[in-house]
């Protein structure tokens, strides 16, 4: 098999959001109730 | 993990939008690398980052829940393009910077500096430049290709070869072959390459 010799990429290391960010992003979605009346939009934030 | 891999965004955002709440985090999972990343590559500040993350998939749940999110299998471009949007917003906040007035003790040059070439040393690369590419021009055909096509055109041995049809080694031996030509005729000619 012939080799490569072209430039190798450098190897990203894969960068990832701070897990508190994620949790919170889960909690929201969680918490978060939108209700459509007629041309409203009401948005419910459940604690 | 791996069954979770093998469903499709769309599948995701169908059962998210039904009420399914873990879909969320799968696609989270799966895309939050990339849509990191790809803040990360524009607003190079961790704390940053993470805000403008969290903003990018506070508007994404607001719009999937609103049923806005028109799903044609384009989910991480359409949440790139929000991420996107929120990042040249908050150049756009932050434009504002502190203004200084030239005075006699304070010189925005002291600061700057000119880090191009000097004229005469312009004048001197642009002269060697038009000796390596009268060298190149003396090659045999071949050889003349393969480097023009790396030097020049920036290609991988490898795609020279696909290019050329000819095998990666076929491709470094030409290269090398041109490099000692090369040298034979600045030698020959007392052909001076420094700048």
């Not at chain 2, 989270?28 to 403008?52: L, N, T």
């Amino acid at each position: 098999m012939a080799k490569l010799y072209s430039r190798r990429k450098k190897s990203k290391k894969e960068i990832k959001p701070n897990k508190e960010i994620v949790s919170f992003i889960l909690s929201y979605s969680k918490a978060l109730n939108i209700v459509k009346v007629n041309n409203f939009t009401f948005e419910n934030v459940v604690n | 993990m791996a069954s979770s891999v093998q469903i499709p965004d769309a599948i995701l955002l169908k059962n998210y939008i039904g009420g399914d709440e873990s879909c969320l985090q799968v696609l989270i999972e799966r895309h939050q690398s990339k849509i990191y990343g790809f803040i990360y590559s524009k607003v190079p500040d961790r704390s940053v980052c993470d805000d403008v993350f969290q903003d990018t998939f506070i508007k994404v749940i607001k719009t999937l829940k609103t049923r806005g999110y028109n799903e044609e299998g384009k989910f991480l471009p359409w949440v790139m393009r929000i991420a996107s949007n929120l990042v040249v917003d908050y150049f756009r906040n932050n434009k504002k910077m502190p203004f200084q007035r030239e005075t006699d003790e304070y010189s925005i040059f002291n600061f700057m500096a000119d880090s191009g070439l000097s004229i005469e040393n312009k004048l001197i690369e642009n002269q060697v430049e038009f000796d390596i590419q009268r060298i190149v021009e003396e090659l045999p055909e071949d050889q003349k290709e393969v480097v023009k096509m790396r030097f020049y055109d920036d290609l991988s041995f490898k795609e020279i070869s696909e290019i050329t049809g000819v095998s990666i080694n076929t491709s470094l031996g030409r290269m090398r072959y041109a490099v000692i030509n090369m040298r034979k005729i600045i030698e020959k000619n007392n052909i001076i390459l420094t700048n």
